[in-house]
């Protein structure tokens, strides 16, 4: 783990700590499902948000959140979905000659610190709707393939496809198939019946990884590949020759999730504690 990742994950876990240590209010419990889509950017794909949003795949999850007081809650989610790109939707002229793309699926759990900008009580008229922003760190894996031309699809990372694991370039190791990621993002979530709240949001994950869509380096000697890797390290019609820019690695990739959550209150606080104020 890098220094930057784990300076995060300790300051992260301080104010995790300093949240629920400073909790003056009975605390309440969430718990929820989430159905949208993720969206993708990374070297394979897009510079054309209209592409990167009709090619969006599908997303659920599960969520537990405990309430801290009226502003802040933790909330803990496992999410599974899929990832796709695809070069061939790009207007830019070295994308659409490489002609790669890449489906993932993708499992992620999280660790998220939401923040309500008004104070929210499900089943009080005047503050059960609110904006919110979140943040966090969450745990991910994913397993890049890409389609053959038999019209199979082949995970990728044990091809080698960027020369990792040979002799020819010993300083590239084998990707791992997980990694750490920092979520951000934005929401609103109001009140609908009783204990049920809807919550929309769309967020971010900044990775430390350039790996999720395969690419990052540059073209390795075919030589070094029998015939699965060599079709689908370099799917153009161009013979691109050794140590040829194949991505960008001083971008690492980034996804995002947007859509619905449905939750229900376990124990509302305008019911639970009727002593309660509301301090904006």
Not at 90 to 105: A, M, Y
Not at 150 to 162: A, F, I, K, Q, V
């Amino acid at each position: 783990m890098n220094n930057n990742k784990k300076c995060y994950l300790y300051i992260y876990s301080l104010l995790i700590m300093l949240f629920v240590s400073n909790s003056m209010i009975s605390q309440t419990y969430e718990a929820g499902v989430f159905v949208g889509g993720s969206i993708f950017h990374g070297d394979i794909g897009y510079d054309n948000a209209e592409y990167a949003v009709l090619n969006t795949q599908p997303v659920a999850g599960i969520q537990f959140k405990r309430n801290l007081n009226h502003h802040f809650s933790i909330n803990l989610s496992v999410y599974k979905g899929n990832l796709y790109a695809d070069d061939s939707y790009s207007s830019d002229i070295f994308s659409l000659e490489r002609n790669l793309h890449f489906k993932s699926k993708i499992t992620e759990l999280g660790l998220i610190t939401e923040f309500n900008f008004r104070p929210y009580l499900s089943r009080d008229s005047e503050y059960n709707h609110t904006p919110f922003i979140f943040s966090g760190i969450t745990k991910f894996f994913f397993n890049p393939q890409a389609q053959h031309s038999d019209g199979n699809w082949y995970s990728l990372r044990p091809l080698g496809t960027e020369g990792q694991g040979s002799d020819e370039e010993p300083s590239r190791a084998l990707y791992e198939l997980d990694g750490i990621s920092i979520p951000f993002g934005i929401g609103y979530k109001f009140n609908i019946y009783e204990f049920i709240t809807l919550n929309f949001n769309i967020g971010w994950r900044i990775t430390f990884t350039d790996y999720i869509d395969d690419v990052s380096k540059t073209y390795v000697n075919e030589s070094n590949f029998n015939q699965l890797a060599n079709e689908l390290a370099n799917q153009s019609e161009t013979e691109f020759p050794h140590g040829f820019q194949r991505g960008n690695p001083y971008n690492n990739d980034k996804y995002g999730f947007f859509g619905l959550s449905i939750i229900y209150s376990i124990k509302d606080p305008a019911k639970g504690c009727s002593n309660m104020t509301v301090n904006e």
